[in-house]
Nanobody, 124 residues
Framework: QVQLVESGGGLVQAGGSLRLSCAASGQTFSSHAMGWFRQGPGKEREFVAAINWSGGSTYYAAFAKGRFTISRDNAKNLVYLQMNNLKPEDTAVYYC?????????????????WGQGTQVTVSS
């Protein structure tokens, strides 16, 4: 089991940037693919980005391509989500999750461990 704690959320103006961090506990962190998901007000949770166990392969939702970058530092047990050119529709609670798989996936059912989430609010 991996315990996850997100940080880095906040209020930002449209066009601005934020970097979310996810700190993971557990010696098996580097064995898991990691993902970021989000849930906006009145919306279902949706996939944002995922990264494989080594950091060598990533996968993005269409809305995230070109604006968001997922990365990881296995030596520090950290996963990041760099978000640029933020839009009001990016407003959501962002969650970090650890997959049961080594390779990146957008399928929520492949993620066993979740953080508590961090709020991102983008003002127009």
């Amino acid at each position: 089991q991996v315990q996850l704690v997100e940080s880095g959320g906040g209020l930002v103006q449209a066009g601005g940037s934020l970097r979310l961090s996810c700190a993971a506990s557990g010696q098996t962190f580097s064995s898991h693919a990691m993902g970021w998901f989000r849930q906006g007000p009145g919306k279902e949770r949706e996939f944002v980005a995922a990264i494989n166990w080594s950091g060598g392969s990533t996968y993005y939702a269409a809305f995230a391509k070109g604006r968001f970058t997922i990365s990881r530092d296995n030596a520090k047990n950290l996963v990041y989500l760099q978000m640029n050119n933020l839009k009001p529709e990016d407003t959501a609670v962002y969650y970090c999750a650890a997959s049961e798989l080594r390779y990146e996936t957008q399928n929520t059912r492949n993620y066993n461990d979740w953080g508590q989430g961090t709020q991102v609010t983008v003002s127009s």
